[in-house]
């Protein structure tokens, strides 16, 4: 079974530095001024910190068939 993260635009208010950014263990997350994190799934371990850490839930780690 895979993961992949993926972003609800909807969810992600984008009006401050996104607290989830800091909690990725292996900098997969990167964010420019006030806009929605951007994941960099090369890097990314599908660990779920940061889904688990953002607090409007934009972040969610799906199962991929």
């Known amino acids: 079974m895979e993961k992949k993260l993926t972003i609800r ?3 992600c208010p984008q009006n ?3 607290p989830a950014v800091g909690v990725c ?3 997969a997350l990167s964010q420019t ?3 929605a994190p ?3 799934h ?3 371990i599908r660990c779920g910190k940061c889904s688990d850490y ?3 839930k934009a972040l969610v780690l ?3 068939d």
């Open 62 to 64: 799906n199962v991929v």
């Open 16 to 18: 401050h530095k996104c």
């Open 33 to 35: 001024e006030f806009s």
């Open 9 to 11: 635009q909807e969810n």
């Open 54 to 56: 953002c607090p409007k």
């Open 42 to 44: 090369a890097k990314c």
């Open 38 to 40: 951007v994941i960099d």
């Open 25 to 27: 263990p292996v900098g």
